[in-house]
């Protein structure tokens, strides 16, 4: 099995590093990795974000562990050579358009959580974002207006046949779980989101085993502080998954926990951490790896086939916590290669 390794900007190949590590202690046979550039470094090297070498390795790839993109340096670029552009590209090229963000408090960073300690006990959710339409997707420029004045616009939509496929990943992953989905719109104001909403709720007579709510995202955002206990599985578009599943990063104690999976049809995967690039402290060795090793769990479990080698990782970096390795996000002070170390450890 081919694993692409695209480490990206910033923190991006640090952490991706302490990954690779890992994934190497457990000894997996038939696995090969390849690197590529990708982002600002790629832009840099060659001219674009996502160079054609870079998007055959990912086509290519059994599965792809992802850095992080974004370089401050390239903020005044056009638009479509931006870093960004890199995983964005991805996701369409590959048809990467359900997005699997858990969110799960580590008893020992009770303490790290923007939440009571009771509240933040309770969360244990897997947030389902779809990842190809929505804003990010949708035509969108610059113009005048009438009167001369500069105007931008970007436009969301989404067809039934978009909203319908990730509804059935929403409810299949509930079934896999306690069997509760909450859908997140803005159907009280956005076309688009009522016609999400009618989607998803014909699509439940598929799922009858599975309890289904709807929440307004604005409500669904105020919840996830006040009881996030009441969250299974929830399933929202582009935009509102993209704020609220670093909104659930937090209150479960650090960005830098948190990992993430960007799945086709087939169950190829793109696997990287939620956080960015992190510039400001690029190449210090300041870097949590944790969310980006949990993501190389994630890769086992969902595209490489090895459930119990992602169970072994999982239970390392809870063994690593628990033994007191901190990061400076989670209040500690230990390096990124320390905290790999630990999770060696533990392993």
């Known amino acids: ?193 009522q016609l999400w909403r009618d989607v998803v709720t014909e699509t439940a007579a598929e799922y009858p085993s599975v309890q289904l709510s709807h929440m307004y995202v604005d409500n669904c955002a105020m919840q996830l502080v006040r009881a996030p206990g009441q969250f299974d599985v929830i399933v929202t578009g582009n935009l509102f998954g993209d704020i609220l599943s670093d909104q659930a990063s937090m209150c479960a104690g650090s960005i830098g926990m948190l990992p993430s999976a960007s799945l086709d049809k087939a169950g190829k995967g793109l696997y990287e951490p939620i956080h960015g690039s992190a510039p400001d402290i690029a190449g210090q060795g300041k870097a949590n790896p944790l969310a980006m090793i949990l993501s190389a769990a994630m890769m086992l479990r969902y595209s ?12 390392a970096v809870a063994g690593a916590l628990a033994g007191g390795a901190r990061s400076g996000d989670l209040g500690g002070s230990m390096s990124t290669s320390e905290m790999g170390n630990a999770v060696l450890a533990a392993l």
């Not at 490489?304 to 999982?314: C, F, K, N, Q, S």
């Open 1 to 193: 099995m081919l694993i692409a390794l695209l480490p990206g900007d910033g923190i991006g190949p640090e952490v991706i590093a302490q990954a690779r590590r890992v994934l190497d202690a457990l000894g997996l046979d038939g696995v090969t990795y390849q690197e590529a550039a990708v982002g600002g470094a790629a832009y840099k090297a060659s001219g674009h974000p996502l160079p054609p070498e870079t998007l055959d390795l990912a086509r290519r790839a059994d599965a792809i562990l992802f850095g992080a993109v974004g370089d401050p340096a390239c903020d005044m670029l056009e638009r479509h050579l931006r870093p960004e552009q890199a995983i964005l590209g991805l996701r369409k090229e590959l048809a990467l358009f359900a997005n699997l963000r858990p969110a799960k408090l580590f008893p020992e960073l009770a303490s790290e959580s923007a939440l009571r300690p009771e509240i933040a006990a309770q969360i244990d959710m897997m947030i389902v974002r779809e990842l190809n339409g929505d804003v990010y997707f949708g035509e969108k420029g610059m113009r005048k207006t009438a009167d001369g004045k500069r105007e931008g616009y970007d436009i969301m939509s989404y067809n039934e046949d978009e909203v319908r496929r990730i509804a059935h990943v929403g409810f299949k992953t509930a079934m896999a779980r306690n069997g509760r989905l909450c859908s997140v719109d803005k159907a009280n104001v956005l076309e688009t989101s």
């Open 304 to 315: 490489l086939g090895h459930p119990a080698a992602a169970d072994r990782v999982e239970a």
